[in-house]
């Protein structure tokens, strides 16, 4: 198992930036794939990008590839997401994942979640 804990959110314009942190605990953290993904009102929670565990492969959803930019530290056990030119279509509360396996962007293949950060983003 692993715990996880994001923080970061908050409320920006559009254009702005902003950057989600994401600490792990209870496992080795370099033994997991850590991914970010997204829930707005009234939809589907949705990927937003992955980052494998040997750090080779990163997967970036199409509807924030070039503006936002996962990162991971070892040492912290954390990972970040760094968002730029935000959209009001980004407005979600935005979770970070784990699993031991493989970068997916399907949902179910994540076993550990955080609790959540709300980011808006006004017009």
């Known amino acids: 198992q692993v715990q996880l804990v994001e923080s970061g959110g908050g409320l920006v314009q559009a254009g702005g930036s902003l950057r989600l942190s994401c600490a792990a605990s209870g496992r080795t953290f370099s033994s997991v794939t850590m991914a970010w993904f997204r829930q707005a009102p009234g939809k589907e929670r949705e990927f937003v990008v992955c980052h494998s565990r040997d750090g080779v492969t990163t997967y970036y959803a199409n509807s924030v590839k070039g503006r936002f930019t996962i990162s991971r530290d070892n040492a912290k056990s954390t990972v970040y997401l760094q968002m730029n030119s935000l959209k009001a279509e980004d407005t979600a509360v935005y979770y970070c994942?784990?699993?031991?396996?493989?970068?997916?962007?399907?949902?179910?293949?994540?076993?550990?979640w955080g609790q959540g950060t709300q980011v808006t983003v006004s017009s």
């Open positions: 994942a784990a699993r031991v396996g493989p970068g997916s962007n399907r949902r179910f293949d994540y076993a550990n």
